[in-house]
């Protein structure tokens, strides 16, 4: 199986460059990904030197930066060279190859107070339905503590059972937060019953959290989970700066049930300051279960779901074990499957329902067996003489 199959990389030939395809080499070789690199030449009309020259150009360097990464031991498909609008190239191409996951450099640092990000890199977090893994200069490609902002959000949801990934493979801290705003406004005069309004609010805000977290699995993941109180970009930065975070997952839309583009929002006002590389989720997932072929025996699969559990894809071995149940239903290694899998899904009457019917199972079995031995050691039904 692989959870992350293929990374598209942006190339622009900046600085960045380096740090860019360094994180894309760590990630490839950790989930055994393919990467795409891409490169695309701004539609110009009246190069001087002539399109189909610069064009060659190009794919001479590509060339070149595939033959850096490709000792690393990963698999690296021919570079594409492409003219048009950069980030509407990236995204078909992206969408063309189904990839998971887009890495992009952020853009150069200036000697401004505030970091600007790279038009490319601001343009594919706003309309590109993949993830966009925005790898900021001068970050190194470690991955020791990842962050995940989260407001229950279905984007948000998105993020952290990619973070919940990525931090179980790369074997990070994961540091969950939630950010709690004063009440906007409160319909009450009297100052006693405003307070009593927001410390409900907030007593709701920190229940919903928990029920929120209760839907995600995170074995073998360590974890923290962290509510802070004020405006939640700021707080997004303060901790992110206080963990030493390497990588800050986040969905790229809020709450607000409107399907409202990236900037202005509090993703916008974060990645604004990029204290460290971010990857933002919108719609689909970066990390995600393809099987590489059709698995036809019982015991090869019973294997493949107690893989899928153990690397925390709970639901999809639940439907593992339910196929092997759906071919053989006294196999009793696919009911043990079916209730570690209900089990970890918090399912606990199916659970010990799959317990019971995997004991019953085999002590069937068993009685079976020493019925066959009575039978063979007994006159009436021994082999006779």
Avoid at 116 to 127: H, M, N, Q, W, Y
Avoid at 353 to 363: S, V
Wanted: negative net charge; charged residues 25%; glycine residues 6%.
């Amino acid at each position: 199986m692989k959870l992350l199959e293929k990374i598209l990389v942006a190339t622009e030939f900046s600085q960045s460059q380096t740090d860019t395809l360094q994180t894309a080499v760590a990630v490839a070789r950790t989930f055994h990904s393919e990467v795409l690199l891409v490169h695309v030449i701004p539609e110009i009309h009246d190069w001087p030197l002539g399109l189909e020259d610069l064009k060659a150009t190009v794919n001479r360097r590509m060339q070149s930066l595939r033959a850096e990464i490709t000792p690393s031991g990963i698999l690296v498909a021919d570079p594409m060279v492409a003219v048009g609008s950069p980030f509407d190239q990236i995204i078909e191409l992206a969408d063309l190859h189904d990839v998971n996951v887009i890495i992009v450099g952020s853009g150069e640092n200036g000697k401004e107070s505030q970091f600007r990000l790279g038009l490319t890199a601001e343009k594919l977090i706003r309309k590109a339905n993949k993830p966009v893994w925005v790898v900021k200069a001068g970050a190194a490609a470690k991955f020791n503590t990842i962050l995940c902002p989260v407001d229950f959000s279905d984007p948000a949801g998105r993020a952290l059972t990619n973070a919940i990934r990525l931090a179980r493979t790369f074997q990070a801290h994961l540091e969950v937060l939630t950010v709690i705003q004063s009440l906007a406004s409160v319909h009450v005069t009297h100052a006693e019953l405003a307070d009593q309004a927001q410390a409900k609010y907030v007593a709701g805000q920190q229940q919903h959290f928990d029920d929120f977290l209760a839907q995600f699995d995170f074995h073998n993941v360590r974890w923290n989970k962290t509510v802070r109180r004020g405006l939640p970009h700021e707080e997004i930065l303060k901790l992110a700066r206080e963990s030493g975070a390497d990588l800050l997952v986040m969905g790229s839309t809020g709450r607000t049930g409107v399907a409202r583009i990236l900037m202005g929002s509090v993703a916008e006002k974060v990645i604004r300051e990029l204290p460290c590389p971010v990857i933002t989720v919108k719609s689909e997932h970066a990390i995600r279960l393809r099987v590489e072929q059709e698995i036809t025996d019982l015991e090869t699969e019973v294997i493949h779901g107690r893989e899928l559990l153990e690397a925390g894809l709970a639901p999809e071995a639940l439907r593992s074990f339910q196929h092997c149940v759906g071919k053989d239903m006294i196999y009793a290694p696919a009911w043990d499957g079916l209730a570690a899998a209900h089990e970890r899904l918090g399912h606990a009457e199916e659970s010990e329902r799959c317990k019971q019917t995997a004991k019953g199972i085999r002590d069937a079995s068993l009685f079976t067996r020493i019925e066959a031995e009575v039978r063979a050691q007994h006159p009436l039904w021994g082999k006779k003489s």
